[in-house]
Structure formats: C-alpha cells, structure tokens
C-alpha cells in the first residue's frame, strides 16, 4: 500500500484550487448562409467583419448576453498554414470601446480542399474588453473560430461564415488561494501531532 506523503497532499490541494479551464466568451454563426460572411481569405492574407445584426455575443464567465454585436478583424499575413498577429474586436457601437478582445501572436487556418469544415486558431492569446472588467486574472487563454458556407473554394479569395469559442484558465482569488494556505497548515498540524 501507497502512503500519501505531506507533499502530495499539498500538491493535490493545490491542483484542485489551480487554474480551471472555462468558457470565457463564445457566438454561434450569425449567418444564414454564404452570402454574408465573417472571413475573407486569400493565399497571403485573412480578414474578418460583421457589421450586420443577428451576432450575440455570450460571455459565460459572466454569465452575460451581447446583441447584436459587431466583429472586426483587420488583415493579417498569410503563408501557408501560418498567420502573423493580429487582434479580433467586437464591439456594439464604438471599435475604439470594445466589449471583448482578442489578440494574437501568431495562428493557424485551415482551409478544406474541397467543401467541408476549416478553422481558424490563434497563439499566446490575450483577452480584454470592458466585458471582462472585474474578472479573476486569466491564463493560457486561446480561441477558435469553426469555418462553414465557404465560396469561392479554388479561387484566389474564399470567403466564410463563422462561429467562435474562447476559453482561458481561470486564476484562483486571493481569497481561494488564503483557503489553500489555511488548509495546507491544517494538513502540516495535523501531522505533526499524529507523528
């Protein structure tokens, strides 16, 4: 039998109040079909916008609902697979006072050879935005938009429709990492005085 040690207690303790992955903001595809797209893709460059209605944005770590919302993506280079930085911003009335950010170091996209699903995914994520103001600091965030209704596939620019999930590590608050503390010197009382 397997003694469990006082410091693997304390490292079970602490994987259980660590980061928790959660959704943090996510849209549904707001078109009805391909002739009102999110993205516009060529060989060497990737773009989005939405400016119409019908996009909601819902920020579950908030439990918050957006109608109505407007996406913008300005051009970003394209080689292959790869693609240079960038940010997404969706906004309601204002792009310079965005509800929700994303911005991007790098990503990939893939695009189908024939009609079929692509993707849209980023590298070293950060998400800001006034609907994220008063949140838990977030970790290892990243998001990805699933491509459908492409046109144009063969040609020199496609064009799709898109919804998007974003997703972080929630960092634990002081107040949960003070219960920790508290906790892991009961642990180390408890066995000092069985020993």
Request: no cysteine; hydrophobic share 45%.
């Amino acid at each position: 039998m397997k003694t469990i040690t006082f410091a693997s207690t304390i490292a079970l303790i602490a994987f259980a109040v660590s980061a928790q992955a959660v959704t943090i903001a996510t849209h549904d595809d707001p078109a009805l079909d391909g002739s009102t797209p999110l993205f516009t893709v060529t060989d060497s460059s990737v773009s989005g916008s939405w400016t119409g209605t019908g996009l909601t944005l819902f920020v579950p770590f908030t439990s918050t609902s957006y109608n109505d919302v407007q996406m913008s993506m300005a051009s970003v280079s394209r080689s292959g697979f790869a693609m240079g930085a960038g940010m997404v911003v969706y906004y309601t009335n204002d792009i310079n006072d965005p509800l929700f950010t994303m911005s991007f170091d790098s990503g990939t996209i893939v695009e189908p050879l024939t009609s079929g699903s692509s993707e849209l995914n980023a590298d070293n994520v950060v998400f800001g935005g006034s609907a994220l103001i008063g949140t838990d600091p977030l970790e290892n965030e990243q998001f990805s938009f699933s491509f459908a209704n492409p046109v144009g596939l063969g040609g020199q620019t496609r064009t799709y429709t898109a919804a998007m999930t974003s997703s972080a590590d929630a960092v634990p608050e002081p107040a949960t990492m003070a219960l920790f503390g508290l906790g892991a010197a009961a642990v180390a009382a408890r066995r000092r005085k069985n020993a």
